[in-house]
């Protein structure tokens, strides 16, 4: 069973900046996809970043700008690095990764991102 965790959410104040990772149990050499995406109280789940193997970043464009997805694969590591954070940032977010289509995604426990006005 895979396994992906996350980490780097916390309390940032209005345009500050967090990095999100989300560390993956196997290798990510040979992925599909990765994303990001996260969830406000009340609201439903959106989509963050995205990112196919070989193709370019997609960003919501909320965030287009201001956030970067990158992965690490010596480190078998996604990241988020969200600069100029707004209150409308707060979320919990969490992290995805597919492997193969027969698969499917799977998913991080979350981390919750607070922006502080």
């Known amino acids: 069973q895979v396994q992906l965790v996350e980490s780097g959410g916390g309390l940032v104040q209005t345009g500050g900046s967090l990095r999100l990772s989300c560390t993956a149990s196997r290798s990510i050499n040979s992925i599909n996809a990765m994303g990001w995406y996260r969830q406000a109280p009340g609201k439903q789940r959106e989509l963050v970043a995205t990112?196919?193997?070989?193709?370019?970043?997609n960003y919501a464009s909320s965030v287009k700008g201001r956030f970067t997805i990158s992965r690490d694969n010596a480190k078998n590591t996604v990241y988020l690095q969200m600069n100029s954070l707004k209150p409308e940032d707060t979320a919990v977010y969490y992290c995805s990764v597919t492997w193969t289509v027969v698969s499917g995604p799977y998913w991080g426990q979350g981390t919750q991102v607070t922006v502080a006005s």
């Open positions: 990112m196919t193997n070989g193709g370019w970043p």
